[in-house]
C-alpha cells in the first residue's frame, strides 16, 4: 500500500474482534508514533498501553463505549511545561496530534483499524485512573484492533459523521479541495463548513445525562 492509497482508504473503524494483535506490531505502531514532527523536537509525549489484560477498574476509567469494547488502545500525552511558542498556540498538542496521525496511517497501513477517540472523560479523572504527573496533558485515544466485518454504522451514525448515506458508503470527504482552499487569504464558498449547521453532539449529550438522572431517581424512590 503506497501513501496516497493509506491516506485516502483510512476510515474511523468503531468494532472490533477480539483477535491478538502482537507485541512486535504493538511496538511498529509506536514506532511510527515516535517518528512523528514535534515542536523543537522535544518529543515528549508517552503512550499508554490499555488491553484486555488490563484491569477492569482501569479499562472503566474510560467511560466511553468504543474504548471499553475495543480490545486495545493508547492514551496519548503530551508534556504541557515546554512553552516553545506557549499554550496560545498549543504546539505540545499540535505535536501529539502529529504521532496520532502516523499511528493511525500506519494502523492502516497493516490491516488493522482504529479509531481517534476525543469524547474521553475529564482530564482530572484519567489523571487519577492512569497516574499521569500535571506537566502531562491528555491529547487522545486511540482504540485499535482487528476490524469486525460485521460492524456497520447505524444510518444515523453515518449521517452524523459524513453528511449522508452515500457520503459514507463512497469514503467521501465532508467538503472538496476548492471548498476548503484558500488562496491569498480567508474565504468562504458556497456549501462550506462556515456556513454548514453540523449536528448538535452537546444537545444529545445532555439528553443522555438527564436521562440516566431520571433513572437513578426512580431507582431511589424503589429503594
Known sequence: MDTKECIYSRRSIRRFTDDTVSDE???????????????????????????????????????????????????????NDLYVSGRVLGDYIQSASAAIQNMLLYITSIGLGACWLCGIPQEKNLRKAFSIPRNFSVIGYIAF?????????????????????????????????????CKDKFR??????????????????????????????????KR
Open 145 to 181: 484492533g482487528h476490524p469486525d466485518p460485521e460492524g456497520i454504522a447505524t444510518q444515523n451514525q453515518m449521517v452524523y459523521h459524513y453528511g449522508d448515506e452515500e457520503r459514507f458508503r463512497a469514503h467521501q470527504p465532508r467538503y472538496s479541495v476548492d471548498q476548503v482552499l
Open 25 to 79: 506490531c504493538i511496538h511498529d505502531i509506536i514506532e511510527a508514533a515516535i517518528h512523528a514532527p514535534s515542536a523543537c523536537n522535544f518529543a515528549a509525549w508517552k503512550f499508554i498501553l490499555i488491553s484486555k489484560d488490563t484491569p477492569e477498574y482501569i479499562r472503566k476509567a474510560m467511560c466511553n463505549q468504543i474504548a471499553l469494547t475495543a480490545p486495545y488502545g493508547l492514551l496519548v500525552v503530551y508534556r
Open 188 to 221: 468562504s464558498v458556497t456549501d462550506d463548513c462556515t456556513s454548514a449547521k453540523y449536528p448538535d453532539a452537546w444537545s444529545w449529550y445532555k439528553k443522555k445525562i438527564k436521562t440516566a438522572l431520571s433513572v437513578l431517581k426512580l431507582l431511589k424512590k
